[in-house]
C-alpha cells in the first residue's frame, strides 16, 4: 500500500511531490464530466514517468487483435478508449527554460482534488537560476453544467525575480496509445486553423471514423489588468498562442484558457468548426468565474443526494467520497449510447469498454444516486445492443435467437480476445437479466419489460438452453467448459454460480412473460412476432429448471464453485508468505490455475444476488468456508464481501473489506493504479455502505433497513431515491431515522417495525 495523500473530509492532497508515484497521482487527481475527461497530467508537461491521457466517451477504436494463436469465434479487434487531444497543454519558459518538474527542483508543492467542487489544484514553488522566487498556481475543472467545456487558469507570482517569462497554451492531436498493439497511431492527421478569436485542431479516427475537434481561447494579463498579446502558430497537428512578458519583484501574470470539446457523437464533422467558434464565443462572453460558478452548482446539486456522510473514520468517509466522484464524473445517465469504463477517463487499461461490472455493480449506484432514469438510459444502453449480442452467439454455433452479450464491448460487438473469457465467462449473460430485475424490484417501472426488457431475456433464456447438454451420467443438465467469476480457474465443468443463475433467468422470465400476456396481451403479441416466440419454448426452459445440476458437497453441506473444486489442496490465504501476493504478479499461471484461491466473489456472488434464496446459516456457512481461500485480486471482491459480512453480523471483516474496496485506489493496494483507478468497483464501495452498513433491500415492493455500522464510527447519514421519492437515513449505534424529503407517503422498515414516513 501507498500511504503518501492526506486524508480529509472532502479533499485528495498530495503535500509535497512524490515523483517515484507520479503515475498514481495522474490516476488519482483524474477529472472528467460525463462527456470527456482525463488524468492529472501536469499542464506545462513532464518528462518523467508519466502517461497522457485525455478520453471521450464513446470514441474508440478496433485495435487488431493479438494472440499467438486464432480460433473460430475470435473476436476481430480489442476495442481501445482512445488517448485524444492534448487539451490542457500550458507551456511555460522562464529565461528561454522550460519549467519541467522532472528536472526543476521546487518547493511548497501541493496538489488537491476538491471533491465538493470538482477543482483541481496544483501549487509549487521554484527558484530560477537568476534569483527570486517564482510561485505558480493552477486550477483546471471540466465543466459538469456544460459537457462540452473545460477551463484552465495559471496564476505566476514574483518575489524577488526579474526576467522573461512565456506561456505558451495549446492544442495538440499528436497523441499515442500506450497500449496500441502494433505502435499504431489511431487518429488520420489533423486539421487545424487560428484567427484572432480562437485556435482550433481537428481529428478523424482511423476505421470508426469518429471526429473530436477542441476549440481554445486563451487571455493573459499582468497584474490582473495589462492584457498580453499573444501570437499565435498552426503546425499540422497543433495550435499554440504565445504570451511574452517582463516580470519584476512582486508582480503576477495570469494566464486563462477556456476549451470546447466536440465529437461527432453530438455535433457532425461538417458543423463542428462552425459549432465550435459559435461555443468558444458563447463561453469567452459567459467567461471564466461563471463558467466556474455553474460547475460548482452542478456538483452540488449531485452532492445533495449522492453524498455519504460517516462520522469518527475519517479514511472511510474520504475514500466513499472519492469513489461517489470518480463515478458521478464518468458517467452522468444523460445518453444511452454511453456506459461505463471499467478506467472511466482515468486510463488506457481494459480498453475502456463495458463489463458486466455495469449490471452487477453499477446500477444499484445510480438507482439510488439519481433520477431513475440514469438507471434506465444503462438498461436501454444493452438493448439497443441485443442485434449485436445475437449477432455474437450466431458466431459460437447458437441459433433461433439466442443472444450472448459480450464480455467487453464499445458497440454491442464482443472485441476481448483471451478465449478463457471471451467463449467461457458467460455467467455475464445472466447479469443482464438480472440487472432488469434489480432496477424493476427498485423503481416498480415494470414498462421496460414492454419496452426491451423482455426481449433481451427471451434471447438470453434461448443462449442458456443450447448452452446446457444433459448428462446421463449425472442425470441432469450440466454446463462444459466455463469460467465463473472467479477468473483463477478456466475451462471447469458446472460453475455452481454459472448454472444457479442460468436457471433463475429461465425462472424470472417465465414469470414475467405470464404478467405480460395478463396484463398487457396487445404488446406482448407484438413481441412474440418480433422473436418468433413459440409457447412451447418455456416448456423447454422448465425442464432444464428441475434438471439443472448445481455441484454440492454432502459432509461440509456446501455448494462446490465447480466440479473437482475438492481435488484441490485447501489451504487459506494466511498460509501463504505475504511475498506470494498478490498472486497475479508473483504466481505463474498455471500454479494459480492449480491452486484453491479465488480471485474474487463466485459462489458467494450468487448468494450476494439472491439473498432471499437462502438461510443466515446457510450463506454463513459458504461464507466461512471460501472468504479464507479469497485473495481479494479483483477490485469486483471486496465490496460484495462486506456486504454478506455485514449481514451477517461480522463486523470486523465488514471494516475491513469495506476499507480496502474504499481505499482501493487511493492507497494502491493491488499496486496497480498507475493505469487507471477502479471505477466500477467503486459502485461496489457505496454498496458497501448502503446494502451492507445501512441493510437496505427491497422485499415485497417495500424498502427495510436493517442497520449495523462498524463499531469505529459514530454515525452514517446518506440520502436515496425510491420510487418517486427522496429520503435521508440517518444512523447511529442506537438509532436509525429516516425522513421523507420530497414525495408522497410511503411506509418503511427499520430493523423489521413499519414506519409510515409523511413530508413534515
Not at 418 to 427: G, K
Not at 467 to 473: I, L
Not at 633 to 644: F, G, K, R
Request: proline share 3%; glycine share 8%; charged share 25%.
Amino acid at each position: 500500500m501507498k500511504k503518501y495523500l492526506i486524508e480529509d473530509a472532502w479533499c485528495i492532497i498530495e503535500d509535497g511531490f512524490h515523483p517515484e508515484f507520479q503515475e498514481v497521482s495522474e490516476s488519482i487527481f483524474s477529472l472528467g464530466n460525463g462527456r470527456f475527461g482525463g488524468r492529472g497530467n501536469f499542464e506545462e508537461g513532464y518528462s518523467g514517468k508519466t502517461l497522457p491521457g485525455a478520453y471521450f466517451a464513446g470514441v474508440y477504436y478496433p485495435d487488431v487483435t493479438r494472440v499467438g494463436w486464432w480460433k473460430n469465434g475470435y473476436p476481430e479487434y480489442f476495442a481501445k478508449v482512445l488517448n485524444g487531444v492534448h487539451w490542457i497543454g500550458l507551456e511555460i519558459k522562464i529565461d528561454g527554460e522550460k519549467l519541467d518538474l522532472a528536472t526543476t527542483p521546487c518547493t511548497h508543492f501541493r496538489r488537491t482534488l476538491d471533491m465538493q467542487q470538482g477543482l483541481l489544484q496544483r501549487s509549487f514553488e521554484i527558484s530560477p537560476a537568476s534569483g527570486g522566487t517564482l510561485s505558480f498556481a493552477f486550477e483546471r475543472f471540466c465543466s459538469m453544467a456544460d459537457p462540452d467545456v473545460a477551463c484552465i487558469e495559471l496564476r505566476i507570482n514574483s518575489t524577488g525575480f526579474t526576467g522573461r517569462l512565456e506561456v505558451t497554451p495549446f492544442l495538440d492531436f499528436d497523441v499515442h496509445n500506450r497500449d496500441a498493439n502494433y505502435g499504431d497511431q489511431f487518429w488520420i492527421a489533423a486539421k487545424t486553423s487560428q484567427d484572432e478569436t480562437h485556435a482550433m485542431v481537428s481529428s478523424k479516427t482511423k476505421k470508426t471514423n469518429f471526429t473530436v475537434s477542441s476549440f481554445m481561447h486563451t487571455a493573459t494579463t499582468l497584474n490582473d489588468h495589462i492584457s498580453i498579446p499573444s501570437t499565435g502558430k498552426r503546425e499540422s497537428k497543433k495550435v499554440s498562442n504565445h504570451f511574452e512578458a517582463e516580470i519584476q519583484d512582486g508582480s503576477s501574470l495570469r494566464c486563462r484558457k477556456l476549451v470546447v470539446n466536440l465529437n461527432s457523437l453530438y455535433v457532425a464533422d461538417a458543423d463542428q468548426p462552425s459549432e465550435g467558434k459559435r461555443k468558444l464565443s458563447e463561453v469567452v462572453q459567459k467567461g471564466y468565474d461563471e463558467i466556474k460558478r455553474e460547475h460548482i452548482e452542478a456538483w452540488k446539486d449531485i452532492w445533495d443526494t449522492a453524498d455519504i456522510q460517516i462520522t469518527g473514520d475519517l479514511p472511510a468517509q474520504q475514500g466513499i467520497r472519492f469513489n461517489i466522484f470518480q463515478l458521478w464524473q464518468t458517467y452522468t445517465g444523460k445518453d444511452a449510447r454511453l456506459n461505463i469504463g471499467p478506467k472511466g477517463f482515468t486510463g488506457e487499461k481494459y480498453g475502456g469498454s463495458t463489463y458486466w461490472d455495469t449490471e452487477a455493480y453499477c446500477i444499484p449506484f445510480y438507482l439510488s444516486t439519481g433520477d431513475a432514469g440514469v438507471a434506465r438510459n444503462l438498461l436501454v444502453y444493452r438493448y439497443l445492443h441485443l442485434p449485436k449480442a445475437i449477432e455474437n452467439a450466431s458466431k459460437l454455433g447458437f441459433s433461433d435467437g439466442a443472444a450472448l452479450y459480450p464480455m467487453v464491448t464499445m458497440n454491442g460487438e464482443e472485441c476481448h480476445n483471451e478465449w478463457e473469457i471471451t467463449f467461457e465467462e458467460i455467467h455475464r449473460n445472466g447479469a443482464m437479466v438480472y440487472a432488469i430485475y434489480d432496477y424493476i424490484r427498485y423503481t416498480g417501472d415494470t414498462s421496460y419489460l414492454l419496452e426491451g426488457g423482455l426481449e433481451v431475456m427471451i434471447s438470453i433464456c434461448r443462449f442458456w438452453k443450447q448452452r446446457v447438454n444433459y448428462s446421463r451420467d449425472k442425470n441432469a443438465w450440466v454446463m462444459l467448459g466455463v469460467t465463473g467469476p472467479n477468473e483463477y480457474e478456466n475451462n471447469v465443468n458446472n460453475n455452481w454460480y454459472t448454472n444457479y443463475i442460468a436457471r433463475w433467468c429461465w425462472q424470472y422470465t417465465i414469470e414475467q412473460i405470464k404478467w405480460a400476456a395478463e396484463n398487457h396481451p396487445v404488446e406482448w403479441e407484438t413481441i412474440q412476432e418480433k422473436l418468433n416466440y413459440q409457447d412451447g419454448e418455456s416448456d423447454d426452459w422448465r425442464e432444464r429448471i428441475k434438471g439443472i445440476y448445481l455441484p454440492f458437497d454432502e459432509t461440509r453441506s456446501v455448494y462446490l464453485q465447480q466440479d473437482g473444486f475438492l481435488d484441490k489442496e485447501l489451504q487459506p490465504v494466511k498460509a501463504l508468505p505475504s511475498s506470494d501476493l498478490p498472486l497475479n504478479q508473483k504466481w505463474s499461471w498455471d500454479r494459480i490455475l492449480r491452486s484453491c484461491y479465488i480471485k474474487q466473489a463466485d459462489v458467494l456472488q450468487g448468494m450476494y444476488f439472491f439473498e432471499d434464496h437462502f438461510e443466515a446459516d446457510t450463506v454463513r456457512r459458504h461464507f466461512e468456508f471460501y472468504e479464507p481461500m479469497t485473495v481479494h485480486e479483483s477490485s469486483l471482491s471486496p465490496c460484495v464481501h462486506a456486504i454478506l459480512a455485514s449481514r451477517l453480523g461480522m463486523k470486523d471483516k465488514a471494516t475491513e473489506m469495506y476499507h480496502r474496496t474504499a481505499r482501493l485506489d487511493l492507497d494502491d493496494y493491488n499496486n496497480d493504479t498507475e493505469d487507471g483507478l477502479h471505477i466500477t468497483s467503486m459502485a461496489g464501495t457505496w454498496m458497501s455502505v448502503v446494502r451492507g452498513f445501512a441493510g437496505l433491500r427491497v422485499i415485497r415492493d417495500e424498502l427495510h433497513f436493517e442497520p449495523s455500522i462498524p463499531d469505529e464510527w459514530d454515525g452514517l447519514a446518506f440520502t436515496v431515491h425510491f420510487r418517486g421519492r427522496i429520503m435521508k437515513i440517518a444512523i447511529t449505534k442506537d438509532e436509525c431515522e429516516v425522513v421523507l424529503r420530497s414525495g408522497s407517503a410511503i411506509p418503511v422498515f427499520v430493523r423489521g417495525e413499519r414506519r409510515e414516513l409523511n413530508i413534515e
